[in-house]
């Protein structure tokens, strides 16, 4: 794994430039990740998507959860952490995108997916556009296999109509142990 404190200066230096994009000035702990990814049954997950990975944290821990004939799209409008998560993580099974998570229907047809296991958010949706949320949420469900899982983790829970208004039925968890603490909301494709 890349060293953590290259990870949260970046991500520090990042948030300063740019505090609407990030939800944190520091990456989510090992509390968040293991609560979050225990959502997910491993052994059945052929494609993730995870949107805005920062500085790999999440992806880190993703990649050594997936199959070795998984793989894992990774959406980051952030050209620095774009940048950085290529030189960081060479896995083969790990795609970088350049770009926003609500033109994930194209990213799939470049990559010629058919549909997502699971997708793993961690955008901070309160500070988004209304139609880009809205499409962000309504692409992802396009995208989601039946019975495919949407996994959000935010600092408060202002997401929440916007995912039942998508998703309907909408679990909800809490990790206090993260800086921020942080809700995990969990929805599934109907």
């Given at each position: 794994m890349p060293s953590r404190l290259h990870q949260t200066l970046l991500f520090a230096k990042t948030f300063f430039k740019h505090p609407a994009m990030l939800g944190s000035l520091i990456p989510s702990s090992s509390y968040l990740s293991n609560h979050l990814l225990q959502q997910i049954d491993w052994r059945e997950v052929r494609v993730v998507v995870e949107y805005g990975p920062g500085v790999g944290t999440l992806t880190w821990e993703i990649l050594k959860r997936m199959r070795p004939e998984a793989t894992l799209v990774a959406i980051e409008t952030q050209p620095d952490f774009v940048t950085y998560l290529r030189e960081a993580f060479p896995d083969?099974?790990?795609?970088?995108?350049?770009?926003?998570?609500?033109?994930?229907?194209?990213?799939?047809?470049?990559?010629e997916l058919d549909s997502a296991d699971c997708i793993i958010s961690g955008i901070p949706y309160t500070t988004l556009d209304r139609e880009v949320r809205d499409r962000i949420l309504?692409?992802?469900?396009?995208?989601?296999?039946?019975?495919?899982?949407?996994?959000?983790?935010?600092?408060?829970?202002?997401?929440?109509?916007?995912?039942?208004?998508?998703?309907?039925?909408?679990?909800?968890?809490?990790?206090?142990?993260?800086?921020?603490?942080?809700?995990?909301?969990?929805?599934?494709r109907s």
């Open positions: 083969p099974r790990l795609r970088i995108v350049h770009g926003s998570a609500a033109d994930i229907g194209k990213v799939f047809e470049q990559l309504r692409e992802s469900w396009r995208v989601l296999r039946p019975n495919g899982a949407f996994l959000v983790y935010q600092f408060t829970g202002a997401v929440l109509p916007y995912l039942r208004q998508v998703f309907g039925r909408v679990h909800q968890e809490y990790e206090p142990r993260n800086i921020l603490p942080a809700r995990i909301f969990y929805c599934v």
